[in-house]
């Protein structure tokens, strides 16, 4: 796979993890800065996975899947 490809998809699936995590947000009705003292992150950070799509490590996932009370498909509904 050339890179470029692989840029593509790595931006995409960070667009769509960071939608998902907008829209489970947003379904508790928390606001980011909840949410970021939550999960132990800074609020410019999880602007930055809700709009950017930035990686996020294992450790900050797992720490929104217990904040969320959610399964792991929740947060990656819609990855290829």
Not at 21 to 38: D, F, G, H, P, S
Not at 60 to 69: D, I, L, S
Request: hydrophobic share 45%.
């Amino acid at each position: 796979m050339c890179a470029l490809r692989q840029t593509m998809i790595k931006n995409n699936v960070g667009m769509i993890v960071g939608q998902n995590v907008r829209a489970l947000r947003k379904a508790k009705k928390w606001t980011q800065t909840q949410l970021a003292n939550k999960v132990g992150i800074h609020l410019r950070y999880l602007q930055k996975i809700e709009i950017d799509g930035v990686n996020v490590s294992f450790a900050v996932f797992y720490q929104m899947k217990k904040a969320f009370g959610c399964d792991w498909k929740d947060l990656f509904k819609g990855v290829p």
